[in-house]
């Protein structure tokens, strides 16, 4: 496996905890803002998915 990936990988997923945790601290102001953010944290992680645009990128290079 490549570096980049590995790289690119850990990355996004350390995201995802942390933007877990801002929703955790605006559940205590305002619930319905962190709802949102738990509705919007599974669609950020299947649209903006690291692996998928880098194998795109190299089915790219070999063509």
Known sequence: MHA???R???QWI???PSIALVA???A???PLI???IYLAL???FIAFNPVDSYFER???DEA
């Open 4 to 6: 980049d990936l590995v």
């Open 8 to 10: 690119k990988v850990s």
């Open 14 to 16: 350390a995201v995802g």
């Open 24 to 26: 955790i601290v605006l």
């Open 28 to 30: 205590f102001v305002n």
């Open 34 to 36: 962190a709802l949102l």
């Open 42 to 44: 599974p669609v950020l």
């Open 58 to 60: 190299i089915r790219e």
